[in-house]
Structure formats: C-alpha cells, structure tokens
C-alpha cells in the first residue's frame, strides 16, 4: 500500500507538471491543473496510475489533499523542465520530464522497487485551492 500511495502520488506530481505550456517567468506559463497517467514498465507497483496536480509560478503540488498523505515537492522550469519528489513515510520517489503547450512526459521511480514512464495533459489554467 505504501509503495502505491508514493506511485499514485508520483503520477499526479510528474503529470501535472508536464503538460503546462511555458510563458514568461519560470514556470508562470505551466500554472494550472494537470491529469498525469504513470504506467510502470518494471518492478512491483501496479500497473497505471492516475493523479492531479497543481502548478503555481513554477511549483507543483497536489491538486487534493486526498492522496493518502503523500507529499509532492518540485518545479517546472522556464524551458518546460520537470523534476520532482514524492514522499510518503520512509517511502520516496522522483519524477523528471518535459513539458509542451498541453501534455508531458518523462520517467518515474520508487527507490529501486520500481519504474515506469509518465504522460500529463493540461485540463485547466486554473490552479486547484487544495492548500
């Protein structure tokens, strides 16, 4: 259930942050709420995930606070650049990627129990008010 909880949350963290369009300002273009699918290609996770995230000026977040107490911590860069971590307990992951206009990809893991790919596409300029 840990491991699941990180993945979960990884996924809504790295998709998220892919899919945000880049403007002025680091990260200011990528502001809004994103639908990440996590797909693990090995190791023992599920197999998909599905998660939101949330993007302001550059920082990503979880979109609900309903993911089973997991904590996503990261940016989006200027050039659409993605790096991020997810921690749950003693449990941790990261995500890195490339964001365009509308959707994302990139790699994720889960220390080394597991690993996969990520896609995000961008479903609103606004940003959830999860905090």
Request: proline share 1%.
């Amino acid at each position: 259930m840990l491991i699941k909880s990180v993945v979960a949350a990884l996924t809504v963290s790295a998709g998220l942050v892919s899919s945000l369009p880049a403007l002025s300002g680091e990260g200011r273009g990528y502001n809004g709420t994103w639908t990440v699918q996590l797909v693990t290609e090995s190791g023992l996770c599920d197999s998909r995930y599905v998660v939101s995230l949330a993007v302001r000026d550059g920082d990503v977040r979880l979109a609900s606070l309903g993911e089973g107490g997991a904590t996503v911590s990261g940016r989006v860069g200027e050039n659409g650049s993605v790096g991020l971590t997810v921690r749950k307990g003693s449990a941790s992951g990261a995500a890195s990627g490339h964001l365009q206009a509308s959707s994302g990809s990139g790699t994720w893991s889960v220390s080394s129990l597991c690993s996969g790919r990520w896609t995000a596409q961008r479903r609103s300029t606004r940003i959830a008010q999860a905090d």
